[in-house]
């Protein structure tokens, strides 16, 4: 159902309030330091609900009430600005369930949403970031959101490439063992694909920092993987 536009607030603003807890609550008003998880974990599964794109065979009402929710959702800069600090808290669900929701309305209001992110740039550092330090469901979505975030959006890509992004997915797919990496490998090749095509300071940075000699591996393992494969076969047969 669409929330509506109060509701988002109403619900936004009992995340911003948990983040900054009194440090005397011994008269039993106002928020403790473990506030914030209480409040925010259900408030972002919430949202993340009534964000999520809906089946191409959900209902046209179905359709109409995530379209409103995103609109009344991004019709707030600070809500989109509140999410990309969230995303630097400690607490792995609320980070994970920040990553999502951030992709559940990039995937519906891309246009908006870059605009926003776009008026605070260090907040794309903030995603970057994500790409170390953090469990792998975390890292993994954020490599989910990063591909949305980029999409058609040349200063956005620069941000992220100039922020050392080549050096820390190619890492990753390494520690992963290339193309026996499987599906998170795969967002990682597509990322540095949308990174580099039809962006030529991206792809002098490429060039530049080694990576291109870091790829080589990649078409290796796939070869040997391939001639692996080949050969069970024939032992099979």
């Known amino acids: 159902l669409p929330l509506g536009k109060p509701a988002i607030t109403k619900i ?44 191409a065979n959900a209902s046209i009402r179905e359709k109409q ?19 990309m600090e969230l995303v630097g808290e400690t607490d792995p669900y609320i980070q994970l369930g920040t990553v999502v929701l951030l992709t559940n309305i990039l995937s519906g209001k891309k246009d908006r949403t870059q605009q926003i992110i776009l008026s605070k740039p260090t907040a794309v550092n903030r995603l970057v970031a994500l790409l170390e330090g953090t469990g792998d469901m975390v890292r ?21 490439a100039f922020d050392g992004v080549f050096d820390k997915v190619i890492s990753i797919a390494e520690n992963e063992g290339y193309v026996l990496g499987g599906m998170i490998v795969i967002d990682i090749l597509k990322l540095v694909a949308t990174l580099v095509a039809n962006n030529s300071s991206n792809q002098t940075l490429f060039v530049e920092t080694g990576c291109v ?17 080949g050969a069970a076969f024939v032992e099979r047969r």
């Open 12 to 55: 936004m603003d009992l995340i911003k309030h948990s983040r900054n807890p009194r440090t005397d609550s011994s008269d039993g008003e106002g928020p403790t330091n473990t506030t914030l998880p209480a409040v925010a974990r259900p408030c972002i599964q919430l949202l993340k609900n009534v964000s999520r794109t809906p089946p």
């Open 140 to 160: 993994n979505e954020a490599l989910l959101l990063l591909r949305r975030l980029i999409q058609g959006n040349a200063t956005i890509q620069k941000i992220v």
């Open 65 to 83: 009430a995530v379209s409103e929710n995103l609109s009344a959702f991004v019709a707030e800069s600070e809500n989109v600005l509140l999410l």
């Open 213 to 229: 000699a870091r790829l080589v591996p990649f078409l290796r393992k796939a070869s040997t993987t391939h001639a692996d494969a």
